[in-house]
């Protein structure tokens, strides 16, 4: 027993000396496990057998007399890297909380994740309990970091079709990432309409988008036939009636929400048009679940719009 405090002491002299956890609370667990170890430098040395079970007296005097001088060493080298850690995973945290960008901000936290654990490592005692679980967050940070990997490679790579849709329709400029492209064309289908053949007829209602990928379309009015714009590829056709329904499916979650009416006839103006369509509700879903990408369509349908509204306009001083 005598002898356990006296290690103790000696550890406790040691500690004070290194500034390290000067607490009595955080060296009492180190009393028992003092018995037979001593760390220090970050290694766990044996206390030699005959020192075990001596008298403090015969502790001190053969400690001294057989040079062991690592006992009273302070532990300022392993202290300060402990701290440093500590100091330096709380530093990738605040600059995590300060970015937005989600790769950065999870490779952030698990920067600030590993030096935790490091903290909780190399300090005197090693706790186990934040370590474990910094593990389980640790693998989750990475799984989630692979997952937005292989979605930036795979938008980094797409198909040369999709990749020519995203250069011909100027995504990049009209807010859409390669990343939010890929995530909204994975749901297209492609479709084919003939010549004269109605995509939207106005007062019908409206439950497909369309994207015109080649051909153009015709908006005509319905009580004179007069034409009164014409749809360019590269232009949506029902991002009228999609905007509303989201909106309308907004203010009402709980509702079933009835489909919104053509604003206009449209038809197809070529022999045939090749066209990309989405069903509304499937859009929605997928829209929902991503702010980004419902801001980036409303980014992108607003310059169409835009389009369309020049192009009738112009239209109308030929008539
Ligand atoms: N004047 C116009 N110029 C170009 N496109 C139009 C015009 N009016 C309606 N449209 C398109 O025709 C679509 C008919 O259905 P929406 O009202 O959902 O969305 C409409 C627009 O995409």
New binding site residues.
Partial sequence: MACYFSVARITWAGRCRGGLLPSASSSLPLFSSFQRTHQHAGHRLRLPLNLRYKSTNNVDSTIKSKGYKFMTKSRTGIGSFASLCSHAASICTVFAYCNTDMFELRCLAISSGVLAMSFQYFRPQPLWIPIRWGCLILCINGCMITQLLIERHRANHMPPELKKIYDEGSFDERGFSKVQFMKFFKHARRTVFVGKEII?E?GRE?NKLYYILDGNAT?TCKTDGRK??T?PPH????????L?HVQDHKRNEQKQIPL?????D?VAENKTIHVLEWEFDELRKIMSADRDLSNAFAIYSSHDMRN??L??NTEGRRT
């Avoid at 056709?237 to 999609?242: Q, R, Y």
């Avoid at 919104?260 to 206009?264: L, N, Q």
């Fill in positions: 939207s106005e409206m908006v009164l714009a749809i232009c949506f056709i029902g991002e009228l009636s999609f509303l919104k009416k053509a604003s206009a449209v369309k509204l192009s009738a």
